[in-house]
C-alpha cells in the first residue's frame, strides 16, 4: 500500500516513523510520504489560506496549492482521497478494514476552518474524495486525525502486527466491545482473576468471554446494539 500525507506540519505525522508503522515501511509493508503543503506555493510567502468569502472568523485554506499537491502526489492511479473534518462520515473498524484493501490513500490535513470546497469538486474527477470524521469534537486540523487512521489502517495489513490472531478478537471486530484481559499474578492486592480463566475449561472460557463482551457492550455502548448482527454472532455459535 501506498499512502501519502499533506499537511502544513509535516513533523505532525513524525510519529509514523516509530513502532509497528516504521518497521512496516522498513519492511516495505507499507510506503508512505508526508509532503509539505508549503512546497506547493509559489508566492515568497508560501500563503497557503486567505479571508472566507461571506465573512466569519478564521481563515480558508486557497485551493490552488491544494490541486498542486494532490497532483503531484496521485501518480497513475485513482487513489482514495481522505480529508479529515468534523463534517465527514464516521470512521470505523469496518471503514478501517475496506481502507486496508486499498491500493493508495492519500490524506489531506487541513487546518483554519477548512479547505476551501471547490478542491473537493475538483479533485472527485481523479480521487474517490472521502471525508471522514473521528468522532463529534473539534480538533485544530487533521494531523492527529491522520495519525489515528493510518495507525489503524496499516496494522490490518498482511505482515504488520506479528500475530494476526491478535487482530480477530478486539473491540468492534465482530461489532461487540472486547473482554477483558488479565496476566500474572493470579492473585494481586486481593484483587483475584476470574476463576474461570483458570478452569482450563475453553468452552467456558469463550462462554465468560462473550458473556464479558455483551455487558461491557450493554453498559458502555448501547448505540452499538442495534447494529449487532445476531446471525454472525450466533453463527460463531455462541449463542448470544
Ligand atoms: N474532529 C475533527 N476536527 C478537525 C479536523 C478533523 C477532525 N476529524 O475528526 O477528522
Redesign the pocket.
Given at each position: 500500500m501506498r499512502i501519502d500525507v499533506v499537511s502544513i506540519f509535516p513533523e505532525y505525522l513524525a510519529a509514523l516513523e516509530l513502532s509497528l508503522i516504521g518497521k512496516a515501511r522498513q519492511d516495505g509493508l507499507l510506503s508512505l510520504t508526508v509532503h509539505n503543503l508549503r512546497d506547493f506555493t509559489v508566492d515568497r510567502h508560501r500563503t497557503v489560506d486567505d479571508t472566507p468569502y461571506g465573512g466569519g472568523a478564521g481563515m480558508v485554506m486557497k485551493p490552488e496549492p491544494w490541486a498542486q499537491a494532490l497532483e503531484d502526489v496521485r501518480g497513475d492511479s485513482r487513489p482514495v482521497l481522505i480529508v479529515?473534518?468534523?463534517a465527514?462520515e464516521r470512521?470505523t473498524q469496518a471503514m478501517a478494514h475496506e481502507l486496508a484493501e486499498e491500493e493508495h490513500l492519500v490524506f489531506a490535513c487541513?487546518r483554519y476552518e477548512g479547505i476551501d470546497e471547490r478542491v473537493l469538486d475538483w479533485a472527485a474527477d481523479s480521487f474517490d474524495v472521502r471525508p471522514?470524521?473521528?468522532?463529534?469534537?473539534?480538533?485544530?486540523?487533521?494531523e492527529v486525525?491522520v495519525l489515528a487512521m493510518v495507525e489503524a489502517v496499516a496494522r490490518l495489513l498482511p505482515g504488520v502486527v506479528g500475530n494476526p490472531e491478535s487482530l480477530i478478537e478486539e473491540s468492534h471486530a465482530d461489532g461487540l466491545l472486547e473482554y477483558p484481559v488479565y496476566t500474572k499474578p493470579s492473585s494481586w492486592r486481593e484483587l483475584e482473576v476470574p476463576e474461570v480463566l483458570l478452569s482450563g475449561n475453553h468452552a467456558r472460557i469463550a462462554r465468560y468471554r462473550r458473556d464479558e463482551q455483551l455487558r461491557r457492550t450493554v453498559l458502555r455502548r448501547p448505540d452499538l446494539l442495534g447494529k449487532l448482527d445476531v446471525e454472525a454472532l450466533n453463527a460463531a455459535d455462541l449463542a448470544v
Amino acid at each position: 500500500m501506498r499512502i501519502d500525507v499533506v499537511s502544513i506540519f509535516p513533523e505532525y505525522l513524525a510519529a509514523l516513523e516509530l513502532s509497528l508503522i516504521g518497521k512496516a515501511r522498513q519492511d516495505g509493508l507499507l510506503s508512505l510520504t508526508v509532503h509539505n503543503l508549503r512546497d506547493f506555493t509559489v508566492d515568497r510567502h508560501r500563503t497557503v489560506d486567505d479571508t472566507p468569502y461571506g465573512g466569519g472568523a478564521g481563515m480558508v485554506m486557497k485551493p490552488e496549492p491544494w490541486a498542486q499537491a494532490l497532483e503531484d502526489v496521485r501518480g497513475d492511479s485513482r487513489p482514495v482521497l481522505i480529508v479529515p473534518s468534523p463534517a465527514g462520515e464516521r470512521f470505523t473498524q469496518a471503514m478501517a478494514h475496506e481502507l486496508a484493501e486499498e491500493e493508495h490513500l492519500v490524506f489531506a490535513c487541513g487546518r483554519y476552518e477548512g479547505i476551501d470546497e471547490r478542491v473537493l469538486d475538483w479533485a472527485a474527477d481523479s480521487f474517490d474524495v472521502r471525508p471522514v470524521s473521528l468522532g463529534d469534537y473539534v480538533l485544530n486540523g487533521g494531523e492527529v486525525a491522520v495519525l489515528a487512521m493510518v495507525e489503524a489502517v496499516a496494522r490490518l495489513l498482511p505482515g504488520v502486527v506479528g500475530n494476526p490472531e491478535s487482530l480477530i478478537e478486539e473491540s468492534h471486530a465482530d461489532g461487540l466491545l472486547e473482554y477483558p484481559v488479565y496476566t500474572k499474578p493470579s492473585s494481586w492486592r486481593e484483587l483475584e482473576v476470574p476463576e474461570v480463566l483458570l478452569s482450563g475449561n475453553h468452552a467456558r472460557i469463550a462462554r465468560y468471554r462473550r458473556d464479558e463482551q455483551l455487558r461491557r457492550t450493554v453498559l458502555r455502548r448501547p448505540d452499538l446494539l442495534g447494529k449487532l448482527d445476531v446471525e454472525a454472532l450466533n453463527a460463531a455459535d455462541l449463542a448470544v
